[in-house]
């Protein structure tokens, strides 16, 4: 069993830097323009020929209401109405992606995000979900994961006994903070009760695992009161939580703009939220995975890292990184092969190309060498929290410490601060540094000086 994290202030802010989250390497930062349609459909012929298993991401992107700390892709609108040209068009995506793909090769995962899926009617989830069923090898056997993001605003007892229906089997529940101060603050009015019956719901229907997010760092949150959203949380017993530090960016995100930054917590508060959420989870027998994320010991990705077969990937940690991942509506990211691309980020782009008979893929990247050796490298790290030399140098056909030779120095000043054990054979991240295994992932990073660091969240 790995070893609990340690907290070490004084190296949490000596290394608490901004950067990626490394759900790719190389990151979205590096898409560019170059890649297109072309590539998409050489990337699934391959799959197709290699049989490769796939993962699925629907984005759906309206929302009813803004959250203010949102960052996500989305489109705020009361009309339902809006989402029916959307459907067609993205029903015609999946016509043309399947077509490229064999009927043989299985969905092992598949998750709807947002927006608020849940913003869809019954009979719209119906009708996606049959043209997914349709075109895609869906598991019929419960077998899967199968995944959606739930507003619990947004659904009732009904709405989660029609997604167990349609295949469903895991749920993600959007909480940030139980607080009514915060809540009015982040413009997200949503009651204990209202998330504790969609959470009773899954139970009572037996959903395969329950997720809950929440967000430290919101304005008006103080330690106390956040200390007390986590015991309520940790009392409605979810299989896994995500704990997300919030990135106060509103040059790059427009509805933070409506935050009140001075009623923002300072830094020292959120470190020692962090803090005191981690020992709350701690005591409570939640393991820590890595970058924000908490599970029970029985969970499957407690269980991947204890195996060492955790992997990661643009929908988080996963025990499906060997599928490839086929990334479908607005802005959405697939991940073929060594092939990233993106759908167009616009919704009227979005549609009016797919109008055409056109698919949007609008920008990407095709991995080098070097990148799938560093993305191998940053994946290990990351997942596991230690990396064995001698693993990529066979994959590789390189010398570990001559490729990496420049960056031994700053390695060897991590090992001296504590945040890592440096060996010839192997690297660990020792249990002070765990928390800041991204800044670890950095050095390995070939892209990062070249970038504005200011597009990234800070570690903690």
Aim: hydrophobic share 40%; net charge negative; with cysteine.
């Amino acid at each position: 069993m790995l070893d609990a994290i340690r907290w070490d202030t004084d190296l949490i802010r000596r290394y608490d830097l901004a950067g990626p989250r490394y759900t790719s390497y190389p990151t979205a930062v590096q898409f560019n323009s170059q890649v297109g349609t072309f590539d998409l459909f050489h990337a699934l012929r391959d799959s197709r020929k290699a049989q490769r298993p796939l993962s699925l991401y629907v984005h759906v992107p309206f929302c009813a209401n803004i959250c203010y700390y949102c960052a996500c892709n989305k489109v705020i609108t009361k009309d339902r109405g809006r989402a029916q040209p959307y459907l067609q068009r993205l029903e015609q995506e999946i016509q043309l992606i399947a077509c490229h793909l064999e009927p043989t090769q299985k969905v092992e995962q598949l998750h709807f995000g947002g927006g608020t899926p849940t913003f869809l009617s019954h009979d719209e989830l119906r009708q996606l979900m049959a043209h997914l069923r349709k075109h895609f090898n869906l598991l019929d056997d419960d077998s899967g994961d199968y995944g959606i993001e739930i507003d619990p605003r947004e659904a009732d007892w009904s709405t989660m006994g029609l997604l167990r229906e349609l295949g469903f089997n895991r749920v993600s529940i959007g909480l940030q903070d139980l607080d009514p101060a915060v809540q009015r603050a982040v413009n997200r009015l949503q009651s204990l009760e209202e998330t504790r019956a969609v959470i009773d719901a899954a139970r009572t229907l037996q959903f395969r695992s329950i997720n809950i997010d929440l967000i430290y760092g919101l304005p008006k949150q103080t330690p106390e009161n956040f200390a007390r959203t986590v015991e309520e949380v940790i009392s409605l017993q979810p299989d896994r939580l995500s704990v997300f530090n919030y990135a106060h960016l509103p040059e790059r995100f427009m509805p933070q703009r409506r935050i009140n930054s001075h009623e923002l917590p300072s830094p020292a508060q959120k470190l020692e939220m962090l803090q005191r959420t981690i020992e709350q989870l701690t005591a409570a027998g939640y393991r820590y995975i890595g970058m924000d994320h908490f599970a029970l010991p029985d969970d499957e990705l407690a269980i991947a890292q204890e195996e060492q077969t955790l992997q990661r990937n643009f929908q988080g940690y996963t025990t499906h990184g060997h599928c490839d991942l086929i990334g479908l509506g607005v802005s959405a990211i697939s991940q073929i092969g060594d092939l990233y691309c993106q759908n167009n980020s616009d919704l009227n782009q979005y549609q009016n190309t797919l109008a055409a008979a056109q698919l949007a893929t609008s920008r990407g990247l095709v991995c080098n060498a070097d990148d799938r050796l560093r993305r191998a490298v940053i994946q290990q790290l990351i997942c596991n929290f230690s990396l064995e030399f001698a693993e990529i140098e066979q994959a590789f056909n390189i010398d570990f410490q001559g490729y990496f030779g420049a960056l031994w120095p700053q390695l060897q000043g991590m090992a001296n601060d504590g945040l890592i054990s440096l060996e010839r054979e192997r690297i660990e991240v020792l249990p002070a540094g765990r928390l800041l295994v991204r800044s670890v992932c950095m050095v390995f990073d070939a892209y990062l000086e070249q970038q504005n660091r200011q597009r990234f969240s800070r570690v903690i």
